[in-house]
């Protein structure tokens, strides 16, 4: 029998509302997750990137709210909900407003990068829903703009990314300054032993939801891997571009120096891109998200912290132009596509110095990555690397006199034959 949002015992607002967006199917997270919140649980939910987890604890969370309708006390909220990146906050935010629009709830987003006028503005009332990022948020907390005794239900979302961007002892402070009679969730893609920690300082007997081992990722994303040294990146960036099969494109650097060297280097080479980063003020990161999705810009370069805040559906490829440092960011990064059922094309560049990332990753996702050829001439690298490449990761590196180069050469349009 198939698992409807009916049966799962959302009300009939937060139904009419999914059926404006034809969501019609329940995922795996949120066929659990919901009737266990509804219920008044807590709940640790792991489940990989693209899964549905914004609507596995918004739509209780909007349910229990107008069950139990109160007013909000001034610069106060009835809940909270932390992310990591302005980004995801923004998309959060969005969610919970198309599916609570038959609701009349107030919101607020509390986010960094932007004069905080209008965020205090909108808190001086009280709202039902507050979305924060932690930094801005005890910013205004220690201002006296914002007060948290009256919030009811906590939920921190991406908290391995809290941890990676160094948020976990912000989202301590916040936790410590709750009601301790709440309902509180957790959900990350992944669990390292900070997060563990978290997880003890704020649920009460949680029900764990695992939906899919935490490292794999998603199986609908062809990935490949080409060895080229880092001075031949750009050169076979652009390459690759003119593939008309890359339609819409994220290429992620591992420094915000790196992501506008590669933006201006693709403007300047004709394609349609932009940049987001930490150092871009908000309202420039908006611009440039909003153009992505629009399709004006083809071509979206964003370092990590892009990597759980961009939620777009047809993203057909997803390039790492250097391999992250942290080999859970890369299943991040490659959920940017293959989502909503689609399928994607996951390609990495690997400088020399760059073999150890991609060890660790292959060790993470318990697989070896395929490795395929570019197809540039030898006049256009500015260095012969081919030679001292080996032949795939998990093996010693081959005497070069039998080395052998990889006869597979790259397809961008992956493997896959049409349906």
């Known amino acids: 029998m198939n698992t409807t949002f009916e049966s799962l015992g959302l009300s009939e607002p937060l139904l009419r509302a999914l059926a404006a967006e034809n969501y019609t199917q329940p995922t795996p997270i949120q066929s659990r997750a919901i009737p266990v919140l509804l219920a008044g649980r807590d709940l640790l939910g792991i489940a990989q990137t693209g899964t549905g987890k914004t609507a596995a604890f918004g739509l209780p969370l909007l349910q229990r709210l107008a069950e139990n309708r109160v007013q909000p006390t001034p610069r106060g909220a009835r809940a909270l909900i932390l992310a990591p990146t302005r980004e995801l906050a923004i998309q959060i935010d969005q969610s919970l407003r198309t599916y609570g629009r038959h609701l009349n709830f107030r919101h607020a987003v509390i986010l960094g990068g932007v004069n905080q006028t209008r965020q205090v503005a909108a808190m001086k009332g009280g709202v039902d829903i507050l979305v924060a990022t932690p930094g801005r948020l005890l910013d205004l907390i220690k201002q006296h703009f914002v007060r948290l005794d009256g919030v009811g239900t906590l939920v921190v979302d991406e908290a391995d990314r809290m941890l990676d961007m160094g948020f976990i002892k912000d989202v301590r402070r916040i936790v410590a300054m709750l009601p301790k009679n709440r309902q509180s969730m957790l959900f990350s893609a992944t669990m390292p032993g900070e997060v563990v920690q978290l997880i003890g300082d704020m649920l009460r007997q949680p029900e764990r939801i695992e939906v899919s081992p935490p490292t794999k990722t998603a199986d609908r994303i062809e990935q490949r891997v080409i060895h080229i040294a880092q001075k031949d990146k750009r050169t076979l960036l652009s390459h690759l571009l003119r593939d008309e099969a890359l339609k819409r494109v994220i290429v992620f650097t591992r420094t915000k120096h790196v992501a506008n060297r590669v933006s201006d280097h693709l403007e300047r080479s004709g394609f349609s891109a932009d940049a987001i980063h930490g150092n871009k003020s908000q309202n420039a990161r908006q611009r440039a998200l909003e153009g992505f999705k629009s399709g004006q810009v083809r071509i979206l370069v964003a370092t990590d912290i892009a990597a759980r805040g961009v939620d777009v559906d047809g993203i057909t490829h997803v390039i790492?132009?250097?391999?992250?440092?942290?080999?859970?960011?890369?299943?991040?990064?490659?959920?940017?596509?293959?989502?909503?059922?689609?399928?994607?094309?996951?390609?990495?560049?690997?400088?020399?110095?760059?073999?150890?990332?991609?060890?660790?990753?292959?060790?993470?996702?318990?697989?070896?990555?395929?490795?395929?050829?570019?197809?540039?001439?030898?006049?256009?690298?500015?260095?012969?690397?081919?030679?001292?490449?080996?032949?795939?990761?998990g093996h010693k590196k081959p005497e070069e006199n039998n080395y052998r180069r990889p006869k597979r050469r790259f397809n961008p349009r992956g493997n896959r034959r049409a349906a």
Do not use: M, W
């Not at 560049?349 to 760059?354: H, I, K, Q, Y």
């Not at 570019?374 to 690298?381: F, G, K, N, R």
């Open 320 to 393: 790492n132009f250097e391999l992250p440092n942290e080999p859970e960011s890369y299943v991040h990064r490659i959920g940017r596509t293959a989502r909503a059922g689609a399928e994607g094309v996951a390609i990495s560049f690997c400088d020399p110095a760059e073999r150890s990332h991609l060890r660790n990753i292959e060790k993470l996702v318990k697989r070896q990555i395929e490795v395929v050829t570019h197809d540039l001439p030898p006049e256009a690298l500015t260095a012969a690397n081919v030679a001292e490449l080996p032949r795939s990761f």
